[in-house]
């Protein structure tokens, strides 16, 4: 009879399923992520034959990209175990003020919603990192202020009627071959490699991890956290009001309402795209299937003629689910 020693692995319980598809979530998500976007597109070509076309896939991208810096930022922000509600407030008054600003000329504009996104991460992050105000309530009462002032002062920023620059409409809305690939990539792209290579590769990256993994051994280490964190949401921000514009160009209108459907899926997109809202685990890679998940979710409700409440309920379904999710899988509650 074999008397051979059984080794702690083998001692040790085996996860439940709702533990198992949390590690599956957290270790393969952009395999999980692809099979889940496949999965849509068909169910969307199910509900409108010819949906997959060419010029449909442009259309995907262009609406996209936008909610895809927005959430650029978030996933920045989430690694460090924080949160900015202030991304829609920042991209509707960084568009607005914009297209308020286009008679000064295409450049200036744009360097003054650059400016917004600036100035508001800047006021973010010192609350954050320097006075250690809670995040949620920091950025949320800045989104309120935000918005806030821009309404009252909605007519000093406007030199003449608020426009849409031709080369920020085109950019956003422009193709470069066919149909199919955007204008915008050529913003998108170089950012989001920026993103992925900062993160994998600079110390500022892996400080990024470290701060929302274990912010008391960083400080015991030396590191000086508030500084992680200011950068980290002026960055937010500024890619926030870069979002802005670029939907201002999508939809070639401006007003002070503009992006505000995109606060609960720039949060859904990173969570979906496996980080974790606890901070130190994800990434940007799987944001950007987060975020083209949710644009074609978004067209498919609509084809089913969803109403705009039924997407933010099933957008808030979708975070405390996978937030739900995380907690079980990491015991980190």
């Given at each position: 009879?074999?008397?051979?020693?059984?080794?702690?692995?083998?001692?040790?319980?085996?996860?439940?399923?709702?533990?198992?598809?949390?590690?599956?979530?957290?270790?393969?998500?952009?395999?999980?992520?692809?099979?889940?976007?496949?999965?849509?597109?068909?169910?969307?070509?199910?509900?409108?034959?010819?949906?997959?076309?060419?010029?449909?896939?442009?259309?995907?991208?262009?609406?996209?990209?936008?909610?895809?810096?927005?959430?650029?930022?978030?996933?920045?922000?989430?690694?460090?175990?924080?949160?900015?509600?202030?991304?829609?407030?920042?991209?509707?008054?960084?568009?607005?003020?914009?297209?308020?600003?286009?008679?000064?000329?295409?450049?200036?504009?744009?360097?003054?919603?650059?400016?917004?996104?600036?100035?508001?991460?800047?006021?973010?992050?010192?609350?954050?990192?320097?006075?250690?105000?809670?995040?949620?309530?920091?950025?949320?009462?800045?989104?309120?202020?935000?918005?806030?002032?821009?309404?009252?002062?909605?007519?000093?920023?406007?030199?003449?009627?608020?426009?849409?620059?031709?080369?920020?409409?085109?950019?956003?809305?422009?193709?470069?071959?066919?149909?199919?690939?955007?204008?915008?990539?050529?913003?998108?792209?170089?950012?989001?490699?920026?993103?992925?290579?900062?993160?994998?590769?600079?110390?500022?990256?892996?400080?990024?991890?470290?701060?929302?993994?274990?912010?008391?051994?960083?400080?015991?280490a030396g590191v000086r956290?508030?500084?992680?964190?200011?950068?980290?949401?002026?960055?937010c921000s500024i890619l926030?009001?870069?979002?802005?514009?670029?939907?201002?160009?999508?939809?070639?209108?401006?007003?002070?309402?503009?992006?505000?459907?995109y606060l609960l899926p720039?949060?859904?997109?990173?969570?979906?795209?496996?980080?974790?809202?606890?901070?130190?685990?994800?990434?940007?890679?799987?944001?950007?299937?987060?975020?083209?998940?949710?644009?074609?979710?978004?067209?498919?409700?609509?084809?089913?003629?969803?109403?705009?409440?039924?997407?933010?309920?099933?957008?808030?379904?979708?975070?405390?689910?996978?937030?739900?999710?995380?907690?079980?899988?990491?015991?980190?509650?």
């Amino acid at each position: 009879m074999s008397t051979a020693a059984t080794t702690p692995d083998e001692l040790a319980p085996r996860p439940g399923p709702v533990r198992a598809a949390g590690h599956f979530l957290i270790d393969r998500p952009l395999i999980m992520l692809s099979a889940i976007l496949v999965l849509l597109l068909i169910a969307c070509e199910i509900a409108s034959p010819g949906y997959l076309g060419a010029d449909r896939m442009g259309i995907i991208l262009q609406f996209s990209a936008p909610l895809a810096f927005l959430a650029a930022g978030q996933t920045l922000v989430m690694l460090t175990a924080g949160i900015d509600l202030s991304v829609a407030a920042t991209a509707t008054a960084a568009a607005y003020i914009m297209a308020g600003q286009a008679s000064r000329g295409t450049a200036t504009a744009l360097a003054i919603a650059v400016l917004v996104g600036l100035v508001v991460g800047l006021i973010n992050g010192i609350g954050v990192g320097v006075f250690r105000v809670n995040p949620l309530i920091m950025t949320l009462g800045m989104a309120s202020i935000v918005s806030g002032y821009l309404t009252v002062s909605a007519q000093s920023f406007v030199t003449g009627v608020p426009l849409v620059p031709e080369f920020v409409r085109e950019l956003a809305v422009g193709s470069l071959i066919g149909d199919a690939i955007p204008k915008s990539l050529l913003l998108w792209g170089p950012v989001a490699a920026l993103i992925l290579l900062g993160l994998r590769y600079s110390g500022y990256g892996r400080m990024l991890y470290a701060v929302g993994d274990n912010p008391l051994a960083c400080r015991l280490a030396g590191v000086r956290i508030w500084q992680v964190l200011l950068v980290v949401y002026i960055l937010c921000s500024i890619l926030a009001a870069i979002g802005g514009v670029l939907y201002v160009g999508v939809i070639n209108a401006a007003d002070l309402q503009l992006v505000s459907p995109y606060l609960l899926p720039s949060v859904a997109a990173v969570v979906i795209g496996g980080t974790s809202i606890f901070g130190g685990i994800g990434g940007y890679s799987g944001t950007i299937l987060g975020a083209i998940i949710l644009v074609v979710l978004d067209s498919l409700l609509t084809l089913l003629d969803a109403s705009q409440a039924f997407k933010q309920i099933l957008y808030g379904a979708i975070i405390l689910l996978l937030a739900w999710l995380y907690a079980t899988s990491t015991k980190r509650v």
